[in-house]
T-cell receptor, first 115, second 115 residues
Framework: AQSVTQLGSHVSVSEGALVLLRCNYS??????LFWYVQYPNQGLQLLLK??????LVKGINGFEAEFKKSETSFHLTKPSAHMSDAAEYFC?????????????FGKGTKLSVKP | KAGVTQTPRYLIKTRGQQVTLSCSPI?????VSWYQQTPGQGLQFLFE???????NKGNFPGRFSGRQFSNSRSEMNVSTLELGDSALYLC??????????????FGEGSRLTVL
């Protein structure tokens, strides 16, 4: 069965600092992996996705993630944090190779950005 | 292109009542999934409908049900409400004929409070 673990429920960085949000997955099949962002009182927005093509995936708003099969990881990074990046971030894995709508989500990491 | 629309955005019910939530997917999307989001359990998959048929179901009691109409609009119903049903209910649609690419487009959610 697939699962996702996000290390750290809260991460705080200074504006301009590196953002690193950790995600480890467990999957019995080649995984489709996703990062979503949720701003207060809003739904989820897709940041980026890994679908077995390039292992380094670039997303919106300057975020990227690297798929590392040997480490079963899909960490999210951004070189320089901006105040507008403050939100909650969710890592997710698809159970059916991306063909169906049931994703397994991690518990989320709330990112705070200090001025 | 209009996004995923959920109604109502906010509602308050009392224990024992029932509630119906509505979701209009992005035009052309045939898959609609529902998720429950709570602070304690995070994001949990409820069910997915594709072409009016339920093709996936999460681990929720039978009080939670849904349906999809021929225009792909979906409704979910919760009967005999319990305090623990208080949550943000998110709807997501996915495009692609048959096999999608796994990318879910989320609505802003319906926030249900049960008193």
């Amino acid at each position: 069965a697939q699962s996702v673990t996000q290390l750290g429920s809260h991460v705080s960085v200074s504006e301009g600092a590196l953002v690193l949000l950790r995600c480890n997955y467990s999957s019995s099949v080649p995984p489709y992996l996703f990062w979503y962002v949720q701003y207060p009182n809003q739904g989820l927005q897709l940041l980026l996705k890994y679908t077995s093509a390039a292992t380094l995936v670039k997303g919106i708003n300057g975020f990227e993630a690297e798929f590392k099969k040997s480490e079963t990881s899909f960490h999210l990074t951004k070189p320089s944090a901006h105040m507008s990046d403050a939100a909650e971030y969710f890592c997710a894995v698809s159970q059916y190779g991306g063909s169906q709508g049931n994703l397994i989500f991690g518990k989320g990491t709330k990112l705070s950005v200090k001025p | 292109k209009a996004g995923v629309t959920q109604t109502p955005r906010y509602l308050i019910k009392t224990r024992g009542q029932q509630v119906t939530l509505s979701c209009s997917p992005i035009s052309g999307h045939r898959s609609v999934s529902w998720y429950q989001q709570t602070p304690g359990q995070g994001l949990q998959f409820l069910f997915e409908y594709f072409s009016e048929t339920q093709r996936n179901k999460g681990n929720f009691p039978g009080r939670f049900s849904g349906r999809q109409f021929s225009n792909s609009r979906s409704e979910m119903n919760v009967s005999t409400l319990e305090l623990g049903d208080s949550a943000l209910y998110l709807c997501a649609s996915m495009g692609g004929a048959g096999a999608g690419n796994g990318e879910l487009f989320f609505g802003e959610g319906s926030r249900l409070t049960v008193l």
